[in-house]
């Protein structure tokens, strides 16, 4: 279940990363976050005993820049692409407001009440469903990685739980699943608990 906990001094998001951009996106929220990262996380440059912090810039709902640094130095580690990846491993982390971006003095304040009232119901995760029975289709006219992404597509399987399967990034998942979705092979559902 996804939680919002108000602290005394910031909201604090109980969310993995990719719900986390889902209640942004939907939101068109513009503000920037940090976690602190669990010393699992899996970074070569990380010496034992190091510890990390994920900073996140949303700018109207989209990803702006993503960062690991070292808490201690704030020498960064990872960017972007490579940090996204970290981060979709991660699970859960407890996101802080950091700031709002600075556009006006409504987006200061907005973002962040919408985002706190559309996340009262826990939001369904939407997961990629066959569209047409898998026996149905040419699986041989695919090209092998949309057949792979397609046969993973069960209904029960979200995009990260494939990208992982595959070893792929999330955005090549992505990126086959708008291509089975205008070949109508795959729908999306919400998954069943």
Known sequence: MQHIHPTHTAHVFHLPLVALYEQMHATQASLSLSASVPPLAPVATLSEGQNMVAELSFEQGRITRCQLSLRTSGRGLLQQGEALQVLHTLGVLSWQIVRPQ????????????????????????????????VEQVSLTSLPVRVRHVFLLSNGQRTLEDIAHVLRLPLEEVERVIQILYRRKLTTWQARAS
């Open 102 to 133: 600075q556009h006006n003095s409504e987006a200061e304040t907005t973002p962040v009440s919408a985002i706190i009232s559309s996340n009262h119901t826990e939001a369904p995760v939407r997961v990629p469903l066959h569209a047409v029975p």
